[in-house]
């Protein structure tokens, strides 16, 4: 018994006396990747490129007794790869174990608690990223009535909302309703990192932000609400954008779809009439990457473009290129910009409608 109890204190908990080592498999295309250990889907980290937890480089093998999130495969000259690692829990020796040790207080080794159900990780890897965006001028051309999604060879067009079936409804309804079809959005440069939101609005995947939320980045991956995992979007995604108006529109990969079990998006639907003065509106974005915060409020006034609805729902960086919804729960613009300097509830967002007019 004495010796039980003090191979106990040494190991510090009996998840780490039962746990066994596991030979982990580490290869790639191309190989020569060096790959690290991820304890947290930190996405800032990912975009800007820091890891510090080095453990080989590919093709090679990897002994452990404990277990992380996930692995970064990094190879100059392509871009990060980050592969989520397959795990499970050990709860019935962490259960048992620990009953029997529980009078004696000892630790538990939360990294030990689960083991690794899949012992295999091959990445594939893409050269590295052109800027999504390339140049600072004016809208794409080519994109007349209606947009096309690059690889589906399919038509796409923004999903209008039925003037013979608005009802008002409340802020809860609203977010249960439409929280879904608005993400977030990781942009990365190899130096800095931008957070910022986007939202949907055709069950196709079709979906909207600010440009300002890529311009200048290298790399752009968009987080659904409910899971942990960034989609990278390619250049080919983006399917109009104009800087000076500040907005962008572009096609989810459909990964998603598969990932989520789902045969189409979750969208917002666009509205067909405009905001006027006093409207109670929505937004629902990522302030401070907060995942798809609710606020409300009511439209204050119109201002010049391309910022030209001005409300008083609180928005805060992190926000931009989320919804803003009527209380009929349809789109009716891209929550935007706001006044640091001022305590007032300034806030500004772009007129969807106006925008997606020009589509027509």
Not at 222 to 233: A, D, E, I, P
Not at 252 to 277: C, H, N, W
Request: with cysteine.
């Amino acid at each position: 018994m004495l010796v039980i109890m003090s191979l106990s204190i040494i190991f510090q908990s009996c998840i780490t006396l039962t746990a066994k080592k596991q030979t982990l498999t580490f290869t790639s295309y191309p190989s020569g990747a060096k790959v690290y250990k991820v304890s947290d889907t930190n996405y800032e980290d990912v975009a800007k490129g820091y890891f510090n937890d080095y453990i080989g480089t590919t093709p090679f093998s990897y002994d452990t007794k404990s277990s992380v999130n996930g692995f970064a495969f990094v190879k100059d000259g392509y871009d990060t790869e980050l592969i989520e690692a397959q795990r499970k829990g050990r709860w019935a020796a962490y259960l048992l174990g620990n009953l029997f040790w529980m009078p004696y207080g000892h630790m538990i080794d939360a990294n030990k608690i689960y083991k690794y159900d899949k012992t295999t990780y091959h990445a594939v890897l893409s050269e590295a990223s052109v800027p999504l965006v390339s140049q600072a001028t004016s809208t794409i051309s080519g994109i007349n009535n209606q947009y096309i999604a690059p690889n589906a060879k399919i038509y796409i067009k923004p999903t209008y909302s039925s003037m013979n079936s608005r009802n008002e409804l409340s802020a809860k309804k609203i977010f249960k309703a439409y929280n879904s079809a608005v993400f977030m959005i990781y942009g990365g440069d190899n130096y800095n990192v931008g957070q910022g939101s986007g939202f949907v609005i055709n069950p196709g995947g079709l979906a909207i932000s600010n440009y300002h939320n890529f311009s200048g980045m290298l790399a752009i991956g968009v987080k659904m609400y409910g899971k942990n995992k960034l989609y990278k979007l390619r250049k080919e995604d983006v399917l109009a954008y104009d800087e000076a108006e500040d907005y962008i529109i572009f096609q989810l990969p459909m990964a998603i779809l598969s990932d989520f079990g789902k045969k189409q998006f979750d969208y917002i639907p666009v509205s067909q009439t405009r905001l006027e003065i006093g409207d109670k509106v929505i937004a629902i974005g990522s302030p401070r990457g907060l995942e798809n915060t609710l606020s409300s409020g009511e439209v204050s006034q119109f201002r010049d473009y391309p910022y030209s609805i001005q409300i008083n729902a609180p928005i805060d960086h992190g926000s931009s290129g989320g919804a803003l919804i009527n209380e009929y729960g349809e789109a009716v613009g891209i929550t935007s910009a706001g006044r640091d300097d001022s305590g007032a509830n300034l806030n500004f967002a772009i007129d969807l409608i106006r925008i997606l007019d020009k589509f027509k």
